[in-house]
């Protein structure tokens, strides 16, 4: 396991490698409520957009020896809030940036860098959400698809994203959310 808190263990993992062909940035917390108290907003921020940055820069060398290419995870809170989780969408929408400015900074190097914004996914992180049907049927009710996504729906994309079908994409922030983006 890696602590992408640490820039030291990051750059000892990633220093270890031979090649590398892609990264995917997936590492994320959310501390529902608690949140607004600042020490807990500044680790969720920590491990989801600073751990990152970490990866991405520590990879970059070896991503550029391979033309390879990064895949951040953003979410659908990354283009727009949420009260109970203010560290959380503010990670999340500095990863779409982080996306579209690394997507800038390491064109040149051949590096293409892309996000995928999950929307509500059966996950760990939203059994709590999953399991309240006060919360949970609104959700529904919005997503046209009229389901929670599960994470293999993420498998297709990130697979065409790595591959040389998308040779030509980068920067893009890509919703993967049943339409709940778009009702």
């Given at each position: ?157 990130a697979l065409f994203l790595t591959s040389p079908h998308a040779a030509f994409m980068t920067g893009n922030v890509i919703p993967v959310d049943g339409g709940y983006s778009i009702s």
């Amino acid at each position: 396991m890696l602590d992408v808190r640490s820039t030291e263990s990051v750059r000892a993992i990633v220093g270890g490698l031979e090649r590398l062909d892609v990264v995917v940035n997936c590492a994320g917390i959310i501390r529902r409520g608690e949140e607004l108290a600042s020490e807990v907003f500044e680790q969720v921020v920590d491990i989801n957009l600073n751990g990152s940055m970490r990866v991405c820069e520590a990879a970059a060398p070896l991503l550029e020896a391979t033309g390879g290419t990064i895949i951040n995870i953003a979410s659908m809170l990354s283009f727009f809030g949420g009260g109970l989780v203010p560290g959380y969408s503010a990670s999340k929408g500095g990863i779409a940036q982080l996306t579209k400015s690394l997507a800038i900074a390491y064109a040149p190097k051949g590096i293409r860098v892309n996000a995928i914004a999950p929307g509500w996914i059966a996950t760990p992180l939203t059994e709590a959400l999953q399991n309240d049907p006060a919360r949970s049927g609104p959700i529904l009710g919005r997503t046209p698809l009229a389901r929670w996504g599960r994470p293999e729906d993420l498998h297709g994309l990130a697979l065409f994203l790595t591959s040389p079908h998308a040779a030509f994409m980068t920067g893009n922030v890509i919703p993967v959310d049943g339409g709940y983006s778009i009702s």
